[in-house]
């Protein structure tokens, strides 16, 4: 076992002796070992109760007395410890506080992590989220984002398709049959050199699990069917830690037998909740207290068994403008309200190594070509971020607020896709979108990953032709492959060395006489 940094959250301040007197105690430190938990204060925190409890809306589940004989005087600090597991129960992934009327956030550092292997480093930033892994493999891609159904790889008791997982000694059960697709792509992919991740979305399928897995507010009305996670009862808390943990342990372990994820996107465009995170009603700063807690997690279990791995939020394009419409103000929210919103709360308890994933489709998601884009501005204002302004998303992580241990956070865009209209024109234009969008990405810092959407047209998508892939028509499968579009092989080549041949017919259908036009200053 190596020893690494890690967050807990810790929530100390002002509380009372039981004698009545009024005592002050901020904690200014932090850490943890294998077996311990210890706290350091500004000043004697004896008689003081510290608060653990799960999540930031969850209960108090255990309360400890700062006794005498426990603290202890280190130089101009006071210690406090207590051991970092209660039974199998790890106390490092709660929150913790003194009783006290405000709250000042801490973290506690030096936590193991079972594999420490380092993040590799990928020679293009072409993706594909994965429909025909043997296809994808061919077309030389090095990242994938592959979708894993909460609902449909969990299952509530035993039975004669689950695989047993026990966690901080409870035992959880997941579906074999699920898990064994998901195996094959993850580590077909991985073997590869291709960078896995996986958007852990929660759908309900109208089954008994919905009330356990889906959060208390979802709105069974909500288009998509796709709900928040269930953080409000120990019972949706213990299922949620468990799938993340089941998964990073599986995915994470030293000898990649399963295959290798490197990242985790929590959720699907959450700032367009009602569609695709459904909480119900919620401001924006209520949906992020009960979001960040999921990410937190996920960074956390998954941290805990690959150190190198990475957790993100999932942002659509709308950036200083809602989504949904007037009256909606309760369902969609600004992107950049949601990442500000984040960010202070995730300063509030002391910072961790959350990232964004973000999906910069076209402002009219039917009409592919994008550098028209009227609401793409410049300026960290723009109504929306799209590939006609991407520069304005990691110049906007880079301001010092925003930074991480003064780096900043990791972006990936995960999903974005170019419709093409049935004509041969339609794939044309679509073929220069993606040529457009590639050449501006592959010479932006500050992007790790380009993951185009989708890998076949889906006839479950509203009319969007967004695959590389045509489908059958005449199939009962939504998205069986037909025929390959012009895209394909612009997708194919877009990181090799011949990539200008494949590229060229795309300068007059864009309007420019060469690449280097794509280029202004803040992306050299």
Not at 74 to 88: N, S, W
Not at 266 to 288: D, I, Q, R, T
Not at 379 to 392: M, Y
């Amino acid at each position: 076992m190596r020893h690494h940094r890690f967050w807990l959250i810790l929530w100390v301040s002002m509380g009372l002796y039981s004698s009545g007197v009024e005592v002050h105690a901020e904690i200014i430190q932090a850490s943890a070992t294998s077996s311990e938990l210890s706290f350091y204060f500004d000043s004697d925190p004896t008689g003081l109760f510290l608060n653990e409890k799960p999540t930031f809306k969850s209960p108090v589940v255990n309360r400890v007395e700062c006794q005498r004989e426990s603290v202890r005087k280190v130089g101009q600090l006071f210690r406090f410890t207590i051991p970092r597991y209660e039974k199998a129960r790890d106390l490092a992934s709660s929150l913790f506080s003194l009783k006290s009327d405000n709250g000042v956030w801490r973290l506690v550092e030096q936590v193991s992590s079972k594999n420490s292997e380092p993040y590799p480093v990928n020679s293009s930033k072409k993706g594909l989220q994965v429909q025909m892994v043997d296809d994808a493999v061919a077309l030389g891609i090095k990242h994938a984002a592959l979708n894993v159904d909460f609902s449909s790889l969990t299952l509530l008791q035993a039975g004669p398709s689950s695989i047993a997982h026990v966690f901080e000694g409870t035992e959880y059960f997941f579906s074999s049959g699920y898990l064994n697709g998901l195996d094959q792509q993850v580590k077909r992919l991985s073997d590869n050199s291709i960078l896995v991740n996986l958007i852990i979305l929660n759908y309900d399928h109208g089954d008994a699990k919905t009330n356990v897995l889906r959060h208390p507010h979802y709105d069974p009305s909500c288009p998509n069917h796709l709900g928040a996670f269930n953080l409000s009862t120990a019972e949706g808390i213990g299922h949620y830690k468990a799938t993340i943990d089941f998964l990073a342990s599986r995915y994470g372990a030293m000898n990649a037998e399963h295959g290798r994820v490197w990242g985790f996107i929590v959720g699907n465009e959450v700032n367009s909740h009602w569609e695709w995170y459904n909480l119900g009603n919620a401001s924006v700063k209520e949906f992020v207290e009960d979001y960040i807690d999921a990410v937190r997690l996920c960074e956390f279990y998954s941290k805990k068994q690959l150190w190198n791995s990475r957790t993100y939020i999932s942002l659509e394009h709308h950036w200083n403008m809602a989504g949904g419409g007037k009256g909606a103000t309760n369902h969609y929210f600004k992107g950049k309200d949601m990442v500000d919103q984040f960010a202070s709360q995730s300063e509030e308890m002391g910072g961790f190594a959350w990232n964004l994933a973000f999906h910069p489709y076209p402002e009219n998601l039917f009409e592919c070509r994008t550098w028209n884009d009227k609401t793409a501005l410049p300026g960290f204002d723009t109504p929306r971020i799209t590939f006609k302004n991407i520069e304005q998303l990691p110049a906007y992580f880079k301001r010092p607020v925003q930074l991480f241990h003064n780096s900043p956070r990791h972006i990936i865009l995960s999903e974005q896709g170019f419709h093409s209209v049935n004509t041969p024109q339609g794939e044309t234009n679509q073929a220069a979108a993606y040529a457009y969008a590639y050449y501006k990405i592959a010479h932006l810092d500050g992007i790790d990953s380009f993951i185009l959407h989708r890998h076949v047209d889906h006839g479950m998508e509203g009319g969007l032709n967004l695959g590389l892939w045509t489908r059958n028509t005449r199939s009962r499968s939504q998205s069986e492959p037909e025929r390959k579009k012009l895209i394909y092989e612009v997708f194919e080549h877009a990181d090799k060395p011949d990539w200008q041949d494949y590229f060229r017919f795309a300068l007059p259908v864009i309007g420019i006489k060469s690449w280097e036009d794509l280029l202004d200053s803040s992306m050299h």
